[in-house]
């Protein structure tokens, strides 16, 4: 009879230990500087398994994006769609201005600009993120605060969308005001039907 896998064993230890080496390189070098080499040193796992199990940099990116997906996302509950969405928006904003996760997010999206698997990883990320938040909008239209029809995980990436245009684009700070404005566009779209 063989023993019980111990639910977070070795394997979980080593996933979590390769994850954050590959966050850790992400912040420090960049996706251009990402190497399986420098995360197996980082990590203290052997190049070898990390070749094996992850295969590439992009495997390292698709995989750290695909853990961050079980990662808590707080969703507000101002008791208001304004209150709410204008959280959301900002939530965005302060993540990229954390100095510690801000890098890593970054990072993040320029390698989905440089590299088609970790854009698939990312674009899994973002549809889970957007689906978790659309609870706000579909609590808007129990409450009689939206119309009837409104896509909920629209309003959220229509909301989001003024951010990463100025982080990503115009390379432009983002203020609170920006976020607010972003967010009460979007519910004005929303509330016409346009979304």
């Known amino acids: 009879m063989q023993p ?8 979980a230890r080593v996933r979590e230990a390769v994850r954050q080496a590959t966050l850790a390189e992400l912040v420090e070098r960049g996706y251009a500087g990402l190497t399986v080499e420098n995360v197996a040193i980082r990590s203290g796992v052997h190049k070898t398994t990390v070749y094996r199990r992850w295969g590439s940099a992009e495997g390292l990116i698709a995989d750290a994006l ?4 079980g990662d808590p996302w707080p969703i507000p509950d101002t008791g208001t769609v304004e209150g709410d969405l204008r ?12 100095p510690e996760a801000g890098p890593v997010s ?6 989905a600009m440089q ?13 889970a993120r957007h689906e ?3 609870v706000v909008i579909r609590k808007a239209v129990e409450r009689g605060e939206l ?15 003024p951010v990463y245009y100025r982080l990503f684009v115009t390379h432009e700070p983002v203020t609170d005001r920006d976020a607010d404005r972003a967010a009460d566009a979007a519910l004005a779209a929303a509330r016409q039907g346009v979304i």
């Open 106 to 111: 970054s990072a993040f999206v320029a390698a």
């Open 132 to 134: 978790q938040s659309a």
């Open 87 to 98: 959280e959301i928006v900002r939530l965005v904003r302060s993540g990229f201005a954390d």
């Open 147 to 161: 119309p009837e029809g409104v896509d909920a995980e629209e309003v959220i990436r229509v909301a989001v969308a």
């Open 4 to 11: 019980d896998r111990r639910p977070g064993g070795r394997s």
């Open 66 to 69: 695909d853990y961050a997906v």
């Open 115 to 127: 590299n088609p698997a970790a854009a698939g990883a990312l674009n899994a990320f973002y549809a």
